[in-house]
């Protein structure tokens, strides 16, 4: 042991490698930064006891004296703890950079108002199983400023001690190979910074070496000579400085060793243990002279601790009391136990008292049981809900007084369970909705049996026992009987069940005197076919690409070995589309501004469905897509049960697009993306799971994919003019359309000789199954302009660009009779054309006012007009089905 008290005494430090016991710099309160300045022990390697700093000022980094320090052993702690920095003012970083291991007991660190980098690190990896008590967070606030970890890509290992060091890790992938015999390596397989065994001359061996001697302290191989210079000496080829229990210390011929002894062992006084070191103070005590209290709540390691340091008590004097420890299942850490005197008793009554212990199972070893002797008091148990009853009972008849109902209260004892033997409950599944119980029943023709079966969740977040107490009433299913078979019936397939059977014994009076509760039998139902999976997120992502997201049923998802995915294309039927004149129509009901909801649904899954929250949203962006309440696959039972679907499609193409899909999907899978489906259209996706050749039903989707920016554009335009004035206009379709085609708009820009103005285009309607021709005669000017314009589903016009066409130059006279020709035809056509115009498909008028413009798109020409802009505006029913193509 080492302790520290001034920088003289620090000093002394210089060249140590090992410290034998516990390290302790504590009370240097008047020194300060400038104290530590060029203060460093480099050599220092590992400590075998513990390492505490207390109230050191001055001191910004335990790393600035240490840095090189690997290894804290714990064989000596301060309760729990083997690290501890408590109330250091100016301590701003650990900075124990290269420390890989504490072996026992975890850290603490407390009352540093300046001291960061403290969550920084991950201390598990450290001191594992262990428990940690870090700086509270008010504390702290300023260090939200320091710079974060850097050190990895892998989370698992991005931990530092500050912005410049990154901790290392025995179990880190990165590191190089190493001798068997090393725990870590750095700069070769041999140059071990840790070893696996043992240690001598600083390397790492497997056993020490002929004329050496093990110091089990650390571990190290050495000689006599050095075993002596630390005031040991060699006992059983190992270096000790007291002799074990039953032995001696002696001296012969000037040499010490021990010897065998009688009447050595030792005694100790009142034993209350709550700590690893409280435990530790229990080591070769054999008489208690007193009493003996155990109250280790939930220390991590304590049972091991306890069967290592009470093994030899045999005698207790007064009573033994043990309470609210957690980890404690059974007493069997006190295996030579043979005597309790009970000369004083707890509360003049007790000698012994068992009680909140939640997770107590077995009482004294049979050995123990069968010998141990108790001399005054009684038993007091209570709240011992997983000990079986029985074994109290057993128990009991050991005490020279019989306890009563208030010392063992009936039906707070082993109503967990517990009692492993008891009725030898047996669970036989005969198939998936049933089971039967059989047990064997107590000879007593008044007891009675209740069996308790309910659900267990798939995947519980506690380690609780699944027990009635710990679920409403009506969630476990009771049956009272006396019969030792009982049948279970309506049961859900491929579901697990836990059962337990209470037993009651009534007195003639028939009040309860004895309840007790087997342990818990747990039991799967197989399956048929699996449910279906949920589709959590449906989203096109692309023009041609939609993604699926789904998750599965949390009782089906260890059956399930693929799933089954069939796209359909869904598209507006023919007659539909020919219902409505779209020439005559200018407002559009296909139209529609962009609805993302139609691209992208989010959906909650229902809790018996797995859910990986807002994590998994990735496939659209949340911020346009709100995440709706679940909804079951199934709208009832009903439902479910008598739904029949259809079976999956054939695979085809429509063009260079999918029309039917199907898909098989191998291993577990969450996530797909479905390539090359059609611009702007309708797809209906269905998804099932399945186990082996059993598929479940399909649970269903529509999503619409993205509108293309390159579809709805005629791909080539042929236009010319002959020296009549005849213009010819040809085109061939777009290559790709955003959803049906619903007409063609050629558009006629004739530009004046005066002034070169445009003037406003003359219109004409084609449906997609007319000729892609027009021959049309103008009044002539000096050049047009002609383009093609589609109306699609996913916009009213989408135009080509402007073709120029100019008119070739004529003769005068010709000229002339042209003219005239044209003004006396005008007078006729005006008589003709107005009755017959309402039944013209083409219209080569000008309106002069545009009631259209409030619809068309910002894209458009503002003068494009026609003859459809006068017609009334009205819907057409669309119907869903597959295209007649």
């Given at each position: 042991m080492y302790l520290v008290q001034?920088?003289?005494?620090?000093?002394?430090?210089?060249?140590c490698v090992v410290i034998l016991g516990n390290l302790r710099v504590l009370f240097m309160e008047k020194a300060n930064t400038s104290s530590f300045q060029n203060i460093s022990f480099p050599e220092l390697r590992e400590v075998t006891g513990f390492v505490a700093f207390y109230r050191v000022s001055g001191l910004e980094s335990v790393g600035q004296l240490f840095p090189n320090l690997r290894r804290i052993r714990g064989s000596q702690l301060i309760n729990n703890y083997g690290l501890i920095l408590h109330d250091m003012p100016n301590l701003r970083e650990v900075g124990l950079y290269n420390l890989l291991k504490i072996d026992r007991g975890g850290v603490i660190i407390w009352g540093g108002p300046h001291t960061c980098y403290v969550d920084s690190i991950n201390w598990n990896a450290i001191a594992p199983g262990t428990r940690h008590m870090l700086t509270y967070p008010e504390m702290t606030a300023h260090c939200n400023t320091v710079k974060p970890c850097k050190c990895s890509v892998n989370k698992e290992f991005n931990y530092c001690w500050n912005s410049k060091k990154c901790q290392h890790f025995l179990s880190d992938p990165k590191l190089e190979s190493c001798n068997p015999e090393c725990l870590e390596c750095r700069g070769g397989p041999d140059k071990c910074t840790l070893c696996r065994h043992y240690t001598y001359q600083g390397h790492c061996v497997p056993q020490c070496p002929p004329n050496t001697i093990l110091l089990p302290d650390n571990q190290y191989c050495i000689t006599i000579e050095e075993c002596n210079y630390l005031k040991g000496w060699m006992w059983n080829n190992t270096c000790v400085f007291e002799c074990p229990l039953y032995y001696k210390k002696v001296v012969e011929d000037g040499s010490v060793t021990c010897a065998e002894c009688s009447n050595c062992q030792k005694t100790c006084l009142s034993l209350v243990i709550d700590s690893l070191s409280s435990i530790q103070q229990a080591y070769r005590c054999v008489y208690i002279r007193?009493?003996?209290?155990?109250?280790?709540?939930?220390?991590?390691?304590?049972?091991?601790?306890?069967?290592?340091?009470?093994?030899?008590?045999?005698?207790?004097?007064?009573?033994?009391?043990?309470?609210g420890s957690l980890v404690i299942k059974s007493l069997d850490f006190l295996p030579s136990?043979?005597?309790?005197?009970?000369?004083?008793?707890?509360?003049?009554?007790?000698?012994?008292?068992?009680?909140?212990?939640?997770?107590?199972?077995?009482l004294f070893p049979t050995n123990v049981m069968s010998r141990l002797a108790i001399d005054r008091g009684k038993l007091k148990m209570y709240n011992n809900p997983m000990l079986c009853v029985d074994k109290i009972y057993d128990f009991e008849k050991k005490f020279p007084v019989r306890s009563n109902e208030i010392d063992i209260p009936p039906g707070i004892n082993g109503y967990s369970g517990g009692c492993e033997d008891l009725l030898r409950l047996k669970i036989q599944v005969l198939n998936e909705t049933s089971a039967i119980v059989t047990f064997v029943p107590y000879d007593n023709v008044d007891v009675q049996y209740t069996i308790l079966y309910a659900r267990?969740?798939?995947?519980?977040?506690?380690?609780?026992?699944?027990?009635?107490?710990?679920?409403?009433?009506?969630e476990w299913f009771v049956i009272h009987t006396k019969e030792s078979s009982v049948l279970l019936t309506s049961l859900r397939p491929a579901t697990t069940y836990a059962v337990c059977i209470e037993t009651f014994v009534y007195s003639n009076k028939s009040i309860e005197t004895y309840v007790a509760r087997t342990s818990m039998v747990n039991f799967t139902t197989p399956f048929t076919k699996?449910?279906?999976?949920?589709?959590?997120?449906?989203?096109?992502?692309?023009?041609?690409?939609?993604?699926?997201?789904?998750?599965?049923?949390?009782?089906?998802?260890?059956?399930?070995?693929?799933?089954?995915?069939?796209?359909?294309?869904?598209?507006?039927?023919?007659?539909?589309?020919?219902?409505?004149?779209?020439?005559?129509v200018g407002y559009n009901i296909f139209d529609v501004k962009e609805d993302y909801?139609?691209?992208?649904?989010?959906?909650?899954?229902?809790?018996?469905?797995?859910?990986?929250?807002?994590?998994?949203?990735?496939?659209?962006?949340?911020?346009?897509?709100?995440?709706?309440?679940?909804?079951?696959?199934?709208?009832?039972?009903?439902?479910?049960?008598?739904?029949?679907?259809n079976p999956p499609p054939k695979n085809s193409s429509y063009g260079n697009y999918i029309k039917t899909l199907i898909l098989d999907i191998n291993g577990p899978k969450s996530v797909l993306h479905i390539h090359e489906l059609a611009p702007f259209r309708d797809y209906r996706i269905r998804l099932r799971a399945c186990a082996g050749q059993r598929c479940s039903r399909s649970t269903r989707g529509v999503i619409r994919t993205l509108r293309s920016n390159k579809a709805d554009i005629p791909t080539a335009i042929y236009s010319s003019i002959n020296e009549t004035g005849d213009i010819s206009i040809k085109w061939d379709p777009p290559e790709e359309t955003n959803g049906p085609l619903f007409a063609y708009f050629v558009q006629i820009l004739s530009i004046t000789e005066e002034d070169g103005n445009l003037t406003s285009p003359d219109v004409w309607?084609?449906?997609?199954?007319?000729?892609?021709?027009l021959v049309v005669r103008l009044q002539l000017g000096e050049e047009f302009k002609i383009r093609i314009c589609t109306s699609t589903l996913a916009s009213y016009s989408t135009c080509s660009e402007w073709h120029s066409l100019s008119a070739p130059e004529f003769e005068l006279n010709l000229l002339l009779a042209s003219i005239l020709f044209s003004i006396i035809l005008s007078a006729v056509s005006l008589s003709i054309g107005y009755f017959y115009n309402r039944h013209m498909n083409h219209n080569d008028g000008i309106p002069l006012v545009d009631i259209t413009s409030m619809y068309r798109s910002e894209s458009d020409p503002p003068n494009v007009v026609m003859l459809s802009d006068f017609m009334p505006i009205y819907s057409v029913p669309l119907t869903e089905a597959l295209l007649d193509y």
């Open positions: 001034s920088l003289q005494k620090l000093q002394h430090l210089k060249d007193g009493s003996l209290t155990i109250n280790v709540r939930s220390v991590p390691g304590a049972v091991k601790e306890l069967k290592k340091y009470l093994r030899h008590i045999e005698v207790v004097h007064d009573y033994i009391m043990i309470y136990l043979q005597h309790i005197g009970g000369r004083t008793l707890e509360k003049n009554s007790y000698s012994v008292i068992i009680y909140d212990m939640n997770k107590l199972q077995q267990v969740p798939s995947r519980s977040h506690t380690n609780k026992p699944i027990v009635p107490e710990t679920c409403s009433a009506s699996p449910e279906p999976p949920f589709i959590q997120e449906l989203v096109a992502t692309s023009a041609n690409t939609v993604g699926v997201r789904w998750v599965d049923h949390r009782d089906y998802q260890k059956h399930i070995t693929s799933y089954q995915l069939d796209v359909t294309l869904i598209d507006i039927p023919d007659k539909d589309v020919k219902a409505r004149d779209h020439c005559n909801s139609r691209h992208a649904v989010v959906l909650k899954p229902p809790e018996k469905y797995e859910s990986c929250g807002q994590s998994c949203l990735t496939l659209t962006s949340l911020g346009k897509t709100a995440i709706e309440e679940h909804f079951d696959v199934c709208d009832s039972d009903l439902d479910c049960n008598n739904y029949e679907e309607c084609f449906y997609p199954n007319d000729n892609r021709s």
